[in-house]
């Protein structure tokens, strides 16, 4: 997870005089959310910038969960372990024969996973510091790629969402994953993927919690709310278990 951050610096041009700093934009026209370092302060921050404010000096920016430095990775030392040994439960007990798979008439997308999704769907200015999301994407060729499995190829390292087509709609029903070094595939259905991600969120809060301040009271809060409802999905309720 460390590694994961210092590869974002990397990525993001990081410097020893100014940190580094990603944005990216929101569901809200108008505004971009950022997660920075400050290098002069030495903390963490993740803000929201309203674009349509221009007059100098007036406040643009809303902070959402602010850290220092040394408790961030003081969290991430602690939070990895658990969240790696939870992983290695979850997909490890999820195994699954592929035949078992084609008979429940999944749905893949590989363009999502592929690595030319990125530069198809996201146009990146300010040597890639800011991301947006392009308006001329090709739709044809993400719908082209969806496939019922026994028409894909499952092969290498990958991962992908698994679909039923019903009501018209695709409903996500799970996430498959293939080891190639391992010869195994491995699928996690939604219901079991939220409940590992609810688990991890509760432990994220309760260290937050744990050592509270003003700072980071927004997320703390945000969790709080979010917490308290459940994270499956209604449409989910009904889909059967797959063995």
Known sequence: MIEE???????????NEKGFIFNAPTSNKGEHISISFDNKRKEFNVHFTDDSIKEAGAKRRTFFFVISAFRFFLFLRRFETLY????????????INLGKLKKHKFIINTFFTSDEAEDKLITK????????????IDLDSIIEN???????????????????????SLLLQGI?????????????PIKKWNRFMRHMAIAM??????????????????????LKHPYINPENKNSKKIK
């Open 5 to 15: 951050l210092r590869k974002l610096y990397l990525r993001f041009n990081y410097t």
């Open 84 to 95: 790696t040994q939870g992983i290695i439960n979850l997909v490890f007990s999820s195994k």
């Open 125 to 136: 200015k300010k040597n890639g510091k800011y991301w947006k999301f392009k308006t001329d």
């Open 146 to 168: 969806y496939k019922y499995i026994e028409a894909s190829d499952l092969i290498g390292n990958s991962f992908n969402y698994a679909y039923k087509f019903k009501n018209n």
């Open 176 to 188: 498959i994953f293939n080891f190639e070094n391992l010869n195994g595939i491995y699928f996690i």
């Open 205 to 226: 809060y309760n260290h937050f919690n744990t050592y509270p301040t003003e700072e980071t009271l927004p997320l703390r809060q945000l969790m709080y709310e979010r």
